[in-house]
């Protein structure tokens, strides 16, 4: 039936049901051949236009199917609007706002205040919004018009940007706090020497220059564990290529960490067969030694640190650093790693911590492709495992 309305045969039928009225009139059979070829000759020359009009109406299908396949694969959450109704949605905004979005009117999906009233202003602009999708969340959305009736909505998410902007202000915060403390101690005794002068007794004296030197100390080691941790974050992106054997490296790097009166309490258990990894030797050495300090500083005095190093299944090498110590409270495992963080500030500061070691050690453990594992129990103490990617030996 569509064939049969495709051609043109019911005006082909029409001419000749006229051309056979006009026979019956008494027209000339010339004059009936002539209007008859004229006419059918009409319809077919006719046909070409309409074919002509009909893929008008698929261009505009084309052009919408070829806007969605467009946008689909873009990483910013799209999505296209007719009037308010939400027609097309790009895979990441089907995955921030799901799939029933499309067909809803978009001030029903969005349902924030403010990104109701961008949309009901009906022309181009952006706001940024706190909570359109979850509470701490931040995005910037800006609306854009094709024409009258369509408009694009883009949505950037702004939320990590301002996380990394509050960790840097708190990292600044925190770490002039830290430089303050010190610097103050020093400036405080230093300036009641100079002020008393040859008043105060060399005992008291001795006193005040050992509490300089100590503070002196702790400042120097605050401000190298700060360029420490700042060239390892630059560098976190790039893993290192040197190969190095990670059994000499440890054993070195156990046997230097803590003061020389505690060496005695250090004991290393090594694997006898070399173990390869990828590595920058001098952030694996600094590694060994912030968790061998610790477990010192931290463990009981009067027991023994055990150093251990080995491989497992899935060429990994494991290395765990044991104390007996008081061990940790469950609440504090997680922020362990943090910038400054704390379970007992005024023990860490006597021990002369600077509240940075284990910051270090996650950023290079990462920087290393590598994992991070803290676990204690108190009255027992505290295991941290490390485990690194090993590397097959060329010979």
Request: aromatic share 4%.
């Amino acid at each position: 039936m569509s064939e049969f309305r495709s051609k043109p045969w019911p005006g082909v039928l029409i001419a000749i049901a006229a051309g056979i009225g006009m026979i019956v009139a008494g027209a000339d059979l010339w004059l009936v051949a002539a209007v008859l070829l004229l006419w059918v000759c009409s319809l077919w020359i006719a046909r070409p236009v309409e074919r002509m009009v009909q893929p008008q109406t698929d261009s505009v299908q084309l052009t919408r199917d070829g806007m969605r396949d467009m946008i689909e694969q873009f990483s910013l959450p799209l999505l296209l609007l007719d009037r308010n109704r939400i027609i097309i949605a790009n895979s990441a905004a089907r995955v921030v706002f799901g799939k029933h979005i499309v067909g809803q009117d978009a001030r029903v999906a969005l349902r924030h205040p403010q990104a109701i009233a961008l949309l009901d202003r009906k022309r181009d602009g952006s706001a940024t919004i706190q909570g359109l999708t979850t509470p701490r969340s931040i995005w910037k959305v800006t609306l854009h018009s094709i024409n009258d009736r369509y408009w694009v909505i883009e949505l950037h998410n702004r939320t990590t940007e301002a996380d990394i902007s509050r960790a840097h202000t708190d990292f600044v915060a925190n770490a002039s706090h830290e430089l303050r403390t010190p610097l103050a101690s020093i400036i405080g005794y230093v300036e009641t020497l100079t002020e008393e002068g040859d008043s105060v007794d060399p005992a008291t004296s001795a006193k005040f220059l050992d509490t300089v030197l100590r503070e002196a100390r702790r400042l120097q080691s605050l401000v190298s564990d700060l360029m420490s941790l700042s060239r390892i974050e630059a560098e976190k992106h790039d893993q290192p290529a040197e190969q190095l054997d990670f059994v000499k490296l440890v054993a070195k790097a156990a046997r230097d960490a803590g003061a020389a009166k505690d060496k005695s309490r250090v004991s290393i258990t090594l694997p006898e067969t070399e173990v390869t990894v990828r590595g920058d030797t001098q952030q694996l050495e600094q590694l060994v030694r912030n968790l061998v300090d610790n477990a010192l500083k931290y463990g009981a005095q009067d027991q023994p640190v055990n150093v251990v190093l080995k491989t497992e299944e899935g060429d990994r090498a494991v290395f765990t650093v044991t104390d007996r110590g008081e061990g940790i409270d469950p609440e504090h495992i997680p922020h362990l790693t943090r910038r400054f963080y704390r379970t007992d500030p005024g023990r860490s500061r006597a021990a002369g911590g600077t509240g940075l070691g284990l910051a270090i050690v996650k950023h290079i453990v990462e920087r290393h492709r590598g994992r991070l594992d803290i676990t204690s129990k108190k009255g027992e103490g505290t295991v941290v495992t490390v485990k690194l990617p090993t590397i097959e030996q060329t010979r």
